[in-house]
């Protein structure tokens, strides 16, 4: 919980700047992500599902971005649409 506190209070003291950065990692992570998914050979509506889920978080903390939205519910998002992808890449890599 410390390390979560540490680096929302910075995210929140330079949001611009971190979301900038942010964004373009997010990105490429759930494009990684994608790739993976698309690469593995499951039913397509796994495949659909996958890809929905991928796309829509990433969409979801780009908007918020765009947005301006509050940096707690911003951060919060950057996490979970970075874990997910995260989780996707190993589950359909192994």
């Known amino acids: ?3 979560y506190n540490n680096l929302f209070n910075q995210f929140e003291k330079d949001q611009i700047g971190y979301a ?3 964004t373009i990692g997010q990105s490429c992570i759930a494009s990684a992500a ?9 039913p397509p509506f796994a ?5 929905f889920m991928v796309t829509i ?3 979801g903390f780009n908007a918020a971005v765009l947005a301006q939205l509050k940096p707690k519910l ?3 998002l950057l996490i979970v649409s970075v874990g997910y ?7 359909n890599s192994l």
Do not use: D, P, R, W
Not at 34 to 42: K, P, R, T, Y
């Open 1 to 3: 919980m410390e390390l």
């Open 47 to 51: 495949v659909l599902l996958q890809l």
């Open 74 to 76: 911003t951060f919060n």
């Open 20 to 22: 900038a950065i942010a």
């Open 57 to 59: 978080l990433a969409m």
């Open 34 to 42: 994608a790739m993976f998914i698309l690469m593995n050979e499951l």
């Open 85 to 91: 992808s995260i989780l996707t890449i190993v589950v």
